[in-house]
């Protein structure tokens, strides 16, 4: 059974940092591409990062360029996204998500099979 559970989500004010986690279970971990998405209350679910080590690929979004970054450790199956300089419009529910990689597939257009619980990030002023 395919499994992403998210962690490390929490209250933190204007400024600050945040390591979320996502660890996986169930899959051959290497043959996937891993994302971050986020959704605001009212907002549609954008994407944040993904990444896939084994192919050498990461991206981070330009509105957060610079304050995230996506890593992982393939021995754990776990993806990070570390977020710093935190702003109160970061404030979301944040997912990871996991798609088999296709070489036929700009890796930016996955449409991505499976997803984790969610784990809620909230930025105060």
């Known amino acids: 059974e395919v499994q992403l559970v998210e962690s490390g989500g929490g209250l933190v004010q204007a400024g600050g940092s945040l390591r979320l986690s996502c660890a996986a279970s169930g899959f051959t971990f290497d043959d996937y591409q891993i994302a971050w998405f986020r959704q605001a209350p009212g907002k549609e679910r954008e994407g944040v990062a993904y990444i896939s080590a084994s192919a050498g690929s990461k991206y981070v979004m330009n509105s957060v360029k610079g304050r995230f970054t996506i890593s992982s450790d393939n021995a754990k199956k776990t993806v990070y996204l570390q977020m710093n300089s935190l702003k109160p419009e970061d404030t979301a529910v944040y997912y990871c998500?996991?798609?088999?990689?296709?070489?036929?597939?700009?890796?930016?257009?996955?449409?991505?099979?499976?997803w984790g619980q969610g784990t809620q990030v909230t930025v105060s002023s």
């Open positions: 998500a996991a798609v088999h990689r296709d070489p036929n597939i700009d890796p930016a257009l996955y449409e991505y099979d499976y």
